[in-house]
C-alpha cells in the first residue's frame, strides 16, 4: 500500500462542488436564506424544532453555555474523555468545569459518578457521545430533573445516531453537532446547535452574531432598516451559505455515509474480536452508534509502539482523546490522573483505526492484516 490511510476523511462530489459553485455565483454567500435552509433541513433530520448554525462545533459549545447565563463560577460537570473544546468552552464562559470518570464499555461519562460531584454550585451537566455512541441519557436526564440542570449534549462525533430509537438532538436543552472533515457530513469548518427552545433559538442567533439583535436579512434590501441594538456581548460565529449549500448537499448522503460506516465498523469486529490483544469497541443495545471513530483497547502490547509501527505502514491510526489533565495549560486546575482512573486506563491503551465512507476494501483489509501482524 503505497499511499497513506487516515483515520478519517471528508468525502466531497461533483453535486456537492456544484452546489457550492450555484451560492458563489448567487447574491447571497454569508447569513442568506442557504444557512436557514441548511438549519432547518438538520434540525427536521434530527426531529427538532430549531438549528443555529454557526463557524464550528467549537463556537456552538461556546454560545450554548453562553446562553445559559450562568453566574461566574458555576460548576458544570463534564467528562475529561473528550476533545479539549469542550472543557475550553466552559472555561471561556468563566464556568468551572468539573470532572467524572467513565464507563469501562462505552468510555461514556459515567452517570453515577456524577451523582457523586454535585454541589450546591453545579448548573449543568454537558455529555459527550463519544466515538458516535450515546450516553446513558435516561439516567442523565433523571439527574438533571432531580437537581433542576441544565442539559448540554456534544454530539459533535454523534450526528444519525439514535438512542431508543429516536435520533440524537432532543434529549437535551441544547445538542451541539460538528460539521468539521472528519465528521458525518462537512460544511469545511462549522458546527450548529439544535434545540427545542424558543428562547434558547432566538438568543443563539444573537449570540453568534456580534450580540446583533437582528438577523442580515433584516437589515439589508430595498426595504430594510438600517437600525440596529447589540444586546449582549458576542462574537462573530457566523457560516457563509457556500458552506451551508455544501452541508445541504452532504446530508443527503448522510445516511449512506452511516451505513458505510456501520459496515466497516462491523467487519473491524468479526476480523479483530478474537485477537487476544485487541478489545474492539461495545455497543449498548438501547443505541445505534454513528461511528465517528472506531477506538479499540490493546493489552499485553505498547500501545506507542504500535502507533508508530502502523504509521510506518502508511496507516494513520490515531489517538483519541488525550484527558486534559495532560496538558501544561490545563494542569493548573489540579486534575490528576489518579482521580480518573477508567478515563486513564483507557487513553493510554487506546488506538483509533480508520473509518470514513471511502475506505476501500483493499484498505481495511491492509489495516487489518498489517495490526494482526504486528501484534503476532
Same mark, same amino acid.
Not at 439583535?213 to 451559505?241: H, M
Given at each position: 500500500?503505497?499511499r497513506?490511510?487516515p483515520?478519517?476523511k471528508?468525502?466531497?462530489?461533483?453535486?456537492d462542488?456544484?452546489?457550492?459553485?450555484?451560492?458563489?455565483?448567487?447574491?447571497w454567500?454569508?447569513s442568506?436564506?442557504?444557512?436557514?435552509?441548511?438549519e432547518d433541513?438538520?434540525a427536521k433530520?434530527?426531529?427538532?424544532?430549531?438549528?443555529?448554525?454557526?463557524s464550528s462545533?467549537?463556537?456552538?459549545l461556546?454560545?450554548?453555555i453562553q446562553?445559559?447565563?450562568?453566574p461566574?463560577?458555576s460548576?458544570?460537570?463534564?467528562?475529561p474523555f473528550t476533545?479539549i473544546?469542550t472543557?475550553n468552552s466552559i472555561l471561556f464562559?468563566n464556568?468551572t468545569p468539573?470532572l467524572?470518570? %467513565?464507563?469501562p *464499555?462505552? +468510555?461514556?461519562?459515567?452517570?453515577q459518578? &456524577?451523582?457523586?460531584k454535585?454541589t450546591a454550585n453545579?448548573? @449543568?451537566i454537558?455529555y459527550?457521545n463519544?466515538a458516535?455512541q450515546?450516553c446513558d441519557?435516561k439516567?442523565?436526564?433523571?439527574?438533571?430533573r432531580e437537581?433542576?440542570?441544565?442539559?448540554i449534549?456534544d454530539?459533535a462525533q454523534?450526528?444519525?445516531a439514535?438512542?431508543n430509537?429516536?435520533?440524537?438532538g432532543?434529549f437535551?436543552?441544547?445538542?451541539?453537532?460538528?460539521?468539521h472533515?472528519?465528521k458525518?457530513?462537512?460544511t469545511?469548518?462549522g458546527g450548529m446547535? %439544535?434545540?427545542? *427552545?424558543? +428562547?434558547?433559538?432566538?438568543?443563539?442567533? &444573537?449570540?453568534?452574531n456580534?450580540?446583533?439583535n437582528k438577523? @442580515?436579512?433584516?437589515?439589508l434590501?430595498?426595504?430594510?432598516?438600517?437600525?440596529?441594538?447589540?444586546?449582549s456581548?458576542?462574537r462573530?460565529?457566523?457560516i457563509?451559505?457556500f458552506q451551508?449549500a455544501l452541508?445541504l448537499?452532504q446530508?443527503k448522503?448522510l445516511?449512506?455515509f452511516?451505513?458505510r460506516r456501520?459496515?466497516?465498523?462491523?467487519?473491524?469486529d468479526?476480523?479483530?474480536?478474537?485477537c487476544?490483544?485487541?478489545v474492539?469497541?461495545v455497543?449498548?443495545?438501547?443505541?445505534?452508534?454513528?461511528w465517528?471513530?472506531?477506538?479499540?483497547l &490493546?493489552?499485553?502490547?505498547?500501545?506507542?509502539?504500535?502507533f508508530r509501527k502502523?504509521r510506518?505502514k502508511?496507516?494513520?491510526v490515531n489517538?483519541h482523546?488525550?484527558p486534559?489533565?495532560h496538558?501544561?495549560?490545563?494542569?493548573?486546575?489540579?486534575?490528576?490522573?489518579?482521580?480518573?482512573?477508567?478515563t486513564?486506563?483507557?487513553?493510554r491503551r487506546?488506538?483509533?483505526?480508520?473509518?470514513y465512507?471511502?475506505?476501500?476494501?483493499?484498505?481495511q483489509?491492509y489495516?487489518?492484516?498489517?495490526?494482526k501482524?504486528?501484534?503476532?
Amino acid at each position: 500500500m503505497n499511499r497513506f490511510i487516515p483515520y478519517g476523511k471528508h468525502s466531497v462530489s461533483s453535486e456537492d462542488l456544484k452546489e457550492v459553485n450555484d451560492v458563489l455565483s448567487s447574491d447571497w454567500i454569508i447569513s442568506g436564506p442557504k444557512v436557514a435552509e441548511f438549519e432547518d433541513a438538520v434540525a427536521k433530520y434530527c426531529g427538532v424544532k430549531y438549528g443555529i448554525a454557526v463557524s464550528s462545533g467549537t463556537a456552538a459549545l461556546d454560545i450554548a453555555i453562553q446562553a445559559l447565563n450562568l453566574p461566574a463560577g458555576s460548576e458544570i460537570i463534564t467528562t475529561p474523555f473528550t476533545f479539549i473544546a469542550t472543557i475550553n468552552s466552559i472555561l471561556f464562559n468563566n464556568l468551572t468545569p468539573i470532572l467524572v470518570d %467513565i464507563l469501562p *464499555d462505552t +468510555y461514556n461519562i459515567d452517570p453515577q459518578s &456524577i451523582r457523586k460531584k454535585i454541589t450546591a454550585n453545579t448548573r @449543568a451537566i454537558l455529555y459527550v457521545n463519544y466515538a458516535g455512541q450515546p450516553c446513558d441519557i435516561k439516567n442523565i436526564q433523571q439527574i438533571a430533573r432531580e437537581h433542576n440542570l441544565f442539559l448540554i449534549e456534544d454530539s459533535a462525533q454523534a450526528l444519525g445516531a439514535e438512542y431508543n430509537g429516536r435520533k440524537i438532538g432532543g434529549f437535551a436543552d441544547l445538542t451541539i453537532l460538528s460539521f468539521h472533515p472528519v465528521k458525518h457530513i462537512t460544511t469545511g469548518e462549522g458546527g450548529m446547535v %439544535i434545540t427545542n *427552545d424558543k +428562547y434558547f433559538n432566538e438568543k443563539l442567533k &444573537i449570540l453568534r452574531n456580534h450580540g446583533i439583535n437582528k438577523e @442580515a436579512r433584516e437589515r439589508l434590501g430595498p426595504n430594510a432598516d438600517w437600525s440596529y441594538d447589540i444586546t449582549s456581548l458576542a462574537r462573530n460565529y457566523r457560516i457563509t451559505d457556500f458552506q451551508a449549500a455544501l452541508g445541504l448537499s452532504q446530508l443527503k448522503k448522510l445516511e449512506y455515509f452511516l451505513k458505510r460506516r456501520r459496515e466497516i465498523a462491523q467487519k473491524y469486529d468479526q476480523e479483530l474480536q478474537n485477537c487476544s490483544n485487541i478489545v474492539t469497541p461495545v455497543v449498548r443495545s438501547e443505541v445505534q452508534s454513528a461511528w465517528h471513530l472506531y477506538p479499540i483497547l &490493546i493489552q499485553n502490547y505498547d500501545r506507542n509502539l504500535l502507533f508508530r509501527k502502523m504509521r510506518e505502514k502508511g496507516i494513520g491510526v490515531n489517538v483519541h482523546h488525550i484527558p486534559p489533565y495532560h496538558f501544561t495549560y490545563h494542569q493548573r486546575f489540579g486534575w490528576k490522573a489518579e482521580d480518573y482512573p477508567v478515563t486513564e486506563s483507557v487513553f493510554r491503551r487506546t488506538l483509533t483505526l480508520s473509518i470514513y465512507p471511502s475506505l476501500t476494501e483493499e484498505e481495511q483489509d491492509y489495516i487489518i492484516q498489517t495490526i494482526k501482524e504486528i501484534l503476532k
